[in-house]
């Protein structure tokens, strides 16, 4: 088992009526009337907590739905998600948010926690209500997908997130340097041909950010990190005390531009994939703890939008479902240690925006499911889960979770 800064090591866990009665060392012996169910040799972990993702309702739900965006996430093994306000409508209004958290429960899948628009329409001017959103639910403010490139307005929208207790998530893109672009500016991009958006188009927003995080006192997120340059301007100014914190998402630490070459427009996001030098300057941020949390960037789109060619297609990939295994692909490569990895999937990502993680602790209510990953290769059975925690795996064994 394994439950950052609660759990590290082998233990038993007792269940009594979907309620956990006890963590205990294997060597405590049961009571007579319990059910044993053997899940040695594999890690059983709290639910994931994701920062970052795309669930398209309302407005866009030939792509995604709530319901279907949240069953995702279980199937992945998060139970908490937040997700970007770029909806249609966005986000910017207290009955939107509503409407997400009532559609959250009515799917009844993972915890859904809204985050508002910084401006009107995420149209860069007017900013938005921060106080009215936070009291509908909102736990932080972005533009996500579409840069606050006015400096007066970003600083006007830290000091009102100061004055009511909101971290801003910066998307960090330049839309100056990024022009059309629609990868990564680099060799690949000369070989093939194509508007390529620099690595500078980041940087300098987060350097931006930074720079007014500093003046406000604002708690900074830095979404999608992807540079070695950010990365280091998000170490400095952690050495320097600022509030200022980042997530850094599986394709970024996993795949490079490279990956355009075989796989086209499914490999086109924002921001691109990078060079093998950024790739390896993230992890490294992620395992010296400059980057707090991975997140997915889960950005879905329908099948036929992807396949218009790297000019036209949208930005997006998919990444729920797949997020612990690219993870754990890291543990493997001795680059990240198992209780890292599993703090920026759980604790650290709800820490920074007080989202309520899965816990191993007594009183806690088994409403959603844990996970359960094989070591041997890092397999992750899947299976529906019944209220009680019981759970049938491929196999035909059952397990907790």
């Not at 986000?91 to 409407?99: K, S, Y």
């Amino acid at each position: 088992m394994l439950d950052p800064g609660r759990w590290n090591g082998e233990a038993d866990v007792w269940i009594r009526n979907g309620v956990i009665d006890a963590v205990v060392s294997p060597d405590v012996c049961p009571p007579d009337e319990a059910v044993c169910i053997d899940v040695s040799g594999l890690l059983v972990l709290p639910g994931f907590v994701d920062l970052h993702v795309h669930l398209r309702e309302p407005g866009y739900e030939y792509k995604k739905t709530i319901a279907t965006g949240t069953a995702a996430a279980m199937a992945g093994g998060f139970t908490s998600i937040c997700c970007m306000p770029n909806t249609k409508p966005v986000n910017d209004e207290p009955f939107v948010t509503r409407l997400i958290t009532m559609k959250s429960r009515e799917a009844d899948c993972a915890k859904v926690y809204p985050i508002g628009a910084i401006t009107k329409g995420s149209a860069g001017c007017e900013l938005s209500d921060f106080r009215a959103l936070k009291e509908a639910g909102c736990v932080a403010v972005s533009d996500d997908g579409r840069p606050v490139m006015d400096d007066e307005v970003m600083r006007r929208a830290m000091e009102r997130a100061v004055a009511v207790d909101l971290p801003v998530i910066d998307h960090c893109e330049d839309l100056g340097l990024s022009g059309c672009g629609c990868m990564n500016d680099g060799p690949v991009s000369r070989a093939l041909g194509r508007a390529a958006i620099p690595s500078r188009a980041e940087t300098r927003m987060v350097e931006r950010d930074i720079r007014l995080a500093r003046k406000t006192g604002a708690r900074l997120h830095v979404a999608h990190v992807s540079t070695e340059a950010t990365v280091k301007a998000v170490r400095n100014a952690k050495h320097e005390g600022l509030s200022v914190t980042a997530e850094v998402c599986p394709h970024h630490f996993t795949l490079t531009d490279e990956a355009v070459r075989r796989s086209g427009p499914n490999a086109k996001m924002n921001p691109p994939l990078r060079s093998e030098q950024d790739r390896i300057a993230v992890i490294e941020g992620l395992a010296d703890g400059t980057i707090d949390a991975i997140a997915t960037d889960h950005a879905p789109h329908a099948e036929y939008e992807k396949q218009r060619g790297m000019d036209r297609a949208p930005f997006g990939i998919v990444g729920l479902e797949t997020a612990l295994a690219l993870t754990l692909r890291l543990v493997e490569e001795g680059v990240l240690s198992l209780d890292r990895a599993v703090q920026c999937l759980t604790s650290k990502p709800a820490g920074l925006l007080g989202c309520r993680p899965g816990r191993w602790s007594r009183g806690h209510r088994l409403t959603s499911p844990w996970w359960i990953a094989r070591v041997s290769g890092w397999s992750i059975p899947t299976g529906s889960t019944r209220k009680d925690g019981i759970r049938r795996l491929p196999d035909g064994r059952c397990v907790v979770g």
